[in-house]
């Protein structure tokens, strides 16, 4: 794919969808922190549910903390592996506690050090959280960059790092949250809904559906 088809894309998901953002319910960066915690492999919305019982309870390091983990469990059970979840959360609240006073830290070496938070996570954070224009790659950004072409690769890493040196700068801030909202609603993984996609005749997707 060539840079200026590549610009077109974003330019069109920009014209959009302006000021994209999470679908992640949070009123502050350790919220958002566990709540991407959480999400993986489940969905905005059940984290959202789960979240909004726990965030007006414990919604701090220190009272997430104080719940320990058979607390912490009664709160996010609906949601899969919590187990894991609630271990690692809590080890990361104490954590944050002990080594940072509380706050999530903003360098990515940091974020990494916390149980339960691998590269993905900590690429939402800086992006979100603070703004740096990082591009975190799920399932939805890995099967949109490699079905469109917009920057292809075999592994989560690959395409981050596609995404990052193709990317235009001025579209790089909000680049992921674009390609999630199309994966996750047009760009689907079993069948694309190419027939109401903005982007369609830019792809470069050899087995487009709906007579694309």
């Given at each position: 794919?060539?840079?200026?088809k590549?610009a077109?894309i974003?330019s069109?998901?920009?014209?959009?969808?302006p000021t994209?953002?999470?679908e992640?319910?949070?009123?502050?960066?350790?919220?958002?922190?566990?709540a991407?915690i959480?999400s993986?492999q489940a969905?905005d919305?059940?984290?959202?549910k789960?979240?909004?019982k726990?965030?007006?309870?414990?919604g701090t390091p220190?009272?997430i903390?104080a719940?320990g983990?058979?607390?912490?469990?009664r709160y996010?059970?609906?949601?899969?592996l919590f187990?894991?979840?609630?271990?690692?959360i809590?080890r990361?609240c104490r954590?944050?506690?002990?080594?940072?006073?509380?706050?999530v830290?903003r360098?990515?070496a940091?974020?990494?050090?916390?149980p339960?938070v691998?590269r993905?996570?900590a690429n939402?954070?800086l992006?979100?959280?603070?703004?740096?224009?990082t591009i975190a790659?799920d399932?939805h950004?890995f099967?949109?960059a490699n079905?469109t072409?917009?920057?292809t690769g075999?592994?989560?890493?690959?395409v981050e790092?596609?995404l990052t040196?193709?990317?235009p700068?001025?579209?790089?801030q909000?680049?992921?949250?674009w390609?999630?909202?199309?994966g996750r609603?047009?760009?689907?993984?079993r069948?694309?809904?190419?027939?109401?996609?903005?982007?369609?005749?830019?792809?470069?997707?050899?087995d487009k559906?709906?007579g694309?």
């Open positions: 794919m060539n840079a200026h590549r077109e974003y069109r998901l920009r014209q959009a969808n994209p953002t999470t992640l319910h949070y009123d502050s960066p350790f919220q958002l922190l566990i991407v959480l993986a969905t919305v059940s984290v959202n789960a979240t909004a726990l965030f007006p309870v414990a220190s009272t903390a719940l983990e058979t607390g912490l469990k996010i059970r609906t949601i899969g187990n894991s979840k609630a271990r690692n809590i990361t954590q944050l506690l002990k080594e940072h006073g509380g706050e830290p360098t990515r940091a974020l990494e050090a916390l339960g691998g993905k996570t939402v954070i992006n979100t959280a603070f703004g740096e224009p790659v399932t950004i099967r949109v079905r072409r917009i920057a075999k592994t989560p890493l690959e790092k596609r040196r193709l990317t700068a001025e579209f790089r909000d680049a992921h949250h390609l999630i909202l199309h609603y047009v760009c689907k993984a069948r694309p809904e190419c027939e109401r996609c903005i982007i369609v005749d830019l792809c470069e997707y050899g559906t709906g694309a």
